[in-house]
């Protein structure tokens, strides 16, 4: 297990690429499950008064992300890349997704107007960037399409699967609403 996660680091610092991953169904399994379980852990820690929206968030995002590279990878006839990439994918994501549950954590533990707050939001943006930049390099590879074409394909999944969110959860939207105009009036 330490040398895929070594190997997934690698690519997560774009060292390697998608065609080093093994090509492995079990695995594709083992890193859907750890995945699933480090996401639903984190937006338990994030709302654990909401467990219905903490399952069904993570499930949807993997979900969106595996249906839709599959049908692109088959459209491009090269859905013979598809396990490695998806595993590629998760698994990245799943190192990633390590780094920010103990921020969450933190900042949890943070009282409001914290300073503290902010960094980690910031923290949380670059994360989130990296990630969008991760997606693109392994789209870029596994599919055989431009650096570009791949950072619009890696965000047009990231806007799909926050649009199903906010239509499967309306108040996050109402939430975040709030969240923001409360921060534009504040000094």
């Not at 394909?153 to 799909?160: M, R, S």
Request: hydrophobic share 55%.
């Amino acid at each position: 297990m330490k040398a895929m996660i070594s190997l997934f680091w690698q690519v997560l610092r774009f060292r390697r690429s998608p065609e080093d991953i093994p090509y492995s169904i079990g695995l594709l399994i083992i890193v859907i499950l750890i995945n699933l379980t480090l996401s639903i852990g984190g937006q338990m820690i994030g709302k654990p008064d909401q467990a219905k929206m903490a399952f069904t968030i993570p499930l949807l995002s993997v979900s969106v992300e595996l249906v839709v590279m599959s049908v692109f990878l088959h459209l491009k006839g090269l859905y013979n890349r598809y396990v490695q990439t998806a595993t590629t994918i998760l698994g990245g994501d799943s190192i990633l997704t390590c780094m920010t549950i103990p921020l969450l954590a933190i900042a949890l533990s943070q009282p409001k107007g914290s300073a503290l707050l902010g960094v980690l939001g910031l923290f949380e943006i670059v994360v989130m960037g990296w990630s969008l930049g991760f997606r693109a390099f392994v789209y870029h590879r596994a599919m055989n399409i431009g650096l570009v074409q791949a950072n619009m394909f890696a965000l047009t999944i990231f806007l799909l699967t926050t649009f199903l969110t906010v239509k499967a959860f309306p108040e996050l939207l109402t939430e975040a609403t709030a969240a923001a105009a409360k921060a534009t009036k504040s000094p």
